[in-house]
Nanobody, 123 residues
């Protein structure tokens, strides 16, 4: 069974930074594009970022562009989301997901999801 496990969430003050990790077990991460999504209370899950498995191309939502950086380390079988200059509106549960295809904002295109990690930005 494909498993993705996120970690690295927590409570951080506005302007602070966090790095989320997405570790894969039972499959090789480098076969998939990896997307990061988030869901705030009362809101729909939205795409944050994605990194291609073929050429490492990256994509970002306008709301995080310039503040978040997605990366992957295939030797560690892990993807990362470095989040800087965090704002209260970044508060959400963050999920990683694996896509056997091309990066997409459509949740339905992702076949494998992690359980999520809470990020809270508050003073």
């Amino acid at each position: 069974q494909v498993q993705l496990v996120e970690s690295g969430g927590g409570l951080v003050q506005p302007g602070g930074s966090l790095r989320l990790s997405c570790a894969a077990s039972t499959f090789t991460l480098d076969s998939y594009d990896i997307g990061w999504f988030r869901q705030a209370p009362g809101k729909e899950r939205e795409g944050v970022s994605c990194i291609s498995n073929s050429d490492g191309s990256t994509y970002y939502a306008d709301s995080v562009k310039g503040r978040f950086t997605v990366s992957r380390d295939n030797t560690e079988n892990t993807a990362y989301l470095q989040m800087s200059s965090l704002k209260p509106e970044d508060t959400a549960v963050y999920y990683c997901a694996a896509l056997d295809g091309i990066c997409s904002n459509s949740l339905d295109n992702y076949g494998y999801w992690g359980q999520g990690t809470q990020v809270t930005v508050s003073s």
